[in-house]
């Protein structure tokens, strides 16, 4: 079991908007604005798509973007295109002992 | 261009021994802190622990510590990830990340190696 909790799929149309949940508690996503997420397309590695909660790195459209309320952390895609199809990751500092956490994963199929 | 290159896929015998690794380019390799993620077939991304190539200082996730081992040379730019028993259950693709945060607390990881397969098979 993962220790952030993320929904195992998601879905929209092109164009449409996609919101992603990732939910953590008070000694991670909820103690530090440390949230990223990555995208990991098929037999490709994770690649960054948000750090720090909602910086963008360069190269990544504004069509990502993401935001925290308490222990949850979101990612927002944006006008899906059908090269948004992947799986996307969450994770976040959780502190000296575990250090870094992964959420579990959620498929995003673009119909 | 920074790059994070992984040595190539393995195929072990349960209780042998194994070194991979991860060299890096484009930026200067010892002042960055980097991790190592495991991915089990069809499954999640499990952070194994980091290392900091300037001075090898270590910080390892308690589900990993004690089965693997984190080094790096420095002058050649590589990081390793080695098991000196393997297992079954240690068969997963193995990537190599570098960490990207002013402080721990802003944790991410930018860029990710290729990815390393281990397979592990009597």
């Known amino acids: 079991q993962s220790a952030l909790t993320q929904p195992p799929s998601a879905s929209g149309s092109p164009g449409q908007s996609v919101t992603i949940s990732c939910t953590g508690t008070s000694s991670d996503v909820g103690a530090y604005n440390s949230v990223s997420w990555y995208q990991q397309r098929p037999g490709k590695a994770p690649k960054v798509v948000i750090y720090?909660?909602?910086e963008r790195p360069s190269g990544v459209p504004d069509r990502f973007s993401g935001s925290k309320s308490g222990n949850t952390a979101s990612l927002t895609v944006s006008g899906l295109q059908a090269e948004d199809e992947a799986d996307y990751y969450c994770?976040?500092?959780?502190?000296?002992?575990?250090?870094?956490?992964f959420g579990g994963g959620t498929k995003l199929t673009v119909l | 261009e920074v790059q994070l290159v992984q040595s190539g896929a393995e195929v072990k015998k349960p209780g042998e021994s194994l070194k991979i690794s991860c060299e890096g380019s484009?930026?200067?390799?010892?002042?960055?802190?980097i991790g190592w993620v495991r991915q089990m077939p069809g499954k999640g991304l499990e952070w194994m622990g980091i290392?900091?190539?300037?001075?090898?200082?270590?910080i390892y996730s308690p589900s990993f510590q004690g089965q693997v081992t984190l080094s790096a040379d420095k002058s050649i730019s590589t990081a390793y990830l080695q098991w000196s028993s393997l297992k079954a259950s240690d068969s997963a693709m193995y990537y190599c990340a570098r960490f990207r945060g002013a402080t721990f607390r802003q944790t991410w990881f930018d860029p990710w190696g290729q990815g390393t397969l281990v397979t592990v098979s009597s």
């Open positions: 484009g930026y200067s390799f010892f002042g960055y802190w």
């Open positions: 994770s976040s500092y959780a502190g000296s002992t575990n250090f870094v956490v």
């Open positions: 290392i900091y190539p300037d001075d090898s200082r270590t």
């Open positions: 720090e909660v909602n």
